[in-house]
């Protein structure tokens, strides 16, 4: 079973940027597709964005296209999420998440895809 830590999260104000990190551990983190994901408050959990293992390949929602930047280091066991021009609708709980897959470039945006998942960050952006 893979282990996984988000950080980073926090308060911050509409147009402001956070960079949240996902350690991950008990595994080869090479052999992990990751994503992102976050939930807010009565609303289900939605996609964010996807890298491949090889970190080829990103895939992002709609709503952060362009604002969102996904990132990998496979020789840190880490996952990155940059976020610029964050707005209030942005404000959710952000988890990262893990799926084993032998092929290096396969991307997925469905939760259910994912096999283990982190705690949660707080994200909090104030108008």
């Known amino acids: 079973q893979v282990q996984l830590i988000e950080s980073g999260g926090g308060l911050v104000q509409d147009g402001g940027s956070l960079r949240l990190s996902c350690a991950v551990s008990g595994r080869i983190f090479s052999n992990y597709v990751m994503g992102w994901f976050r939930q807010a408050p009565g609303k289900e959990r939605e996609f964010v964005a996807t890298?491949?293992?090889?970190?080829?390949?990103?895939v992002y929602a709609n709503s952060v296209k362009g604002r969102f930047t996904i990132a990998r280091d496979n020789a840190k066991n880490a996952v990155y999420l940059q976020m610029a021009s964050l707005k209030p609708g942005d404000t959710a709980v952000y988890y990262c998440?893990?799926?084993?897959?032998?092929?290096?470039?396969?991307?997925?945006?469905?939760?259910?895809?994912?096999?283990?998942w982190g705690q949660g960050t707080q994200v909090t952006v104030s108008s």
């Open positions: 890298i491949s293992r090889n970190g080829a390949n990103t």
């Open positions: 998440a893990a799926k084993d897959f032998v092929q290096a470039d396969a991307v997925f945006i469905t939760p259910s895809r994912y096999g283990s």
